[in-house]
């Protein structure tokens, strides 16, 4: 009789937070000692062994600089932005940006699912449980999950492993996550993939490439344009809500 009224153990615990902690640690020690590796001069020195390498080995280089990629993203490495042009620069604007958005889209799906396994769940039972703003928060992000991720990835301003990071704390379906994160970093993985491309003309004038330029009017305004089309679902939906429709 008292094996019937036994409860069940509790999920998670220190094991559950493993992964994430594995993320930290290396994120932490990643900052300390790759930032000088890296970096645009790093691969400006090595530009000729990596084009030699690529043409030699040119599947192994695609598959082993997918890894890479993935692997800066998941345990949040400085050079994802290196990562990207470097993507451009051995592989030309297609099938680059492809390489650069499937190894982003792995890399994130890792720490989505190292968070939620550490304590998303725990995080989003306490949200849904909450009451006032933060409840109705929730509630609003759950009704226009489509919408709210896609501005997460389309938004430049927000950075790239909050938006990773957040999705996991309220219980966002990982399909969705994996989804939206592919389909809405096209646009920057493009702009920066093509910027990477032309770099062989930048490293011959011995200057740095202008990575502002997604911030350019002819650049920015398109994608401020896709962030109104993931936001009107929520608009309109605000709009029918004040008139009780």
């Given at each position: ?43 400006a020195d090595n530009r000729e062994a990596l084009i ?11 598959g082993l600089f997918i890894l890479a990629y993935a ?175």
């Amino acid at each position: 009789m008292s094996d019937m009224t036994q409860t069940a153990p509790p999920r998670g615990g220190f094991k559950s937070k493993l992964p994430l902690i594995a993320v930290a640690t290396a994120a932490v020690v990643g900052y300390f000692t790759l930032g000088d590796y890296l970096s645009f001069q790093t691969l400006a020195d090595n530009r000729e062994a990596l084009i030699g390498f690529r043409d030699n080995n040119y599947a192994l280089t695609a598959g082993l600089f997918i890894l890479a990629y993935a692997l800066i993203v998941a345990f949040s490495l400085p050079g994802a932005t290196i990562a990207t042009l470097t993507g451009g620069f051995l592989f030309a604007t297609f099938p680059g940006a492809l390489f650069n958005i499937t190894g982003a889209t792995i890399g994130a799906i890792a720490i989505f699912q190292a968070a939620r396994m550490g304590f998303g769940d725990k995080l989003g039972a306490r949200l849904e449980n909450s009451q006032g703003m933060v409840k109705k928060i929730k509630d609003g992000l759950d009704e226009n999950q489509w919408s709210m991720l896609f501005l997460l990835r389309l938004v430049p301003a927000v950075p790239f492993f909050m938006a990773n990071l957040i999705p996991s704390f309220l219980e966002v379906p990982l399909h969705r996550f994996a989804i939206s994160t592919f389909v809405g970093i096209i646009p920057g993985a493009v702009v920066y993939t093509s910027v990477g491309a032309g770099l062989g003309e930048v490293f011959a004038r011995g200057e740095t490439p202008n990575l502002g330029i997604i911030f350019e009017p002819h650049v920015i305004l398109p994608i401020l344009g896709l962030c109104v089309l993931a936001a009107l679902p929520i608009l309109i939906k605000a709009v029918r809500g004040k008139k009780g429709l």
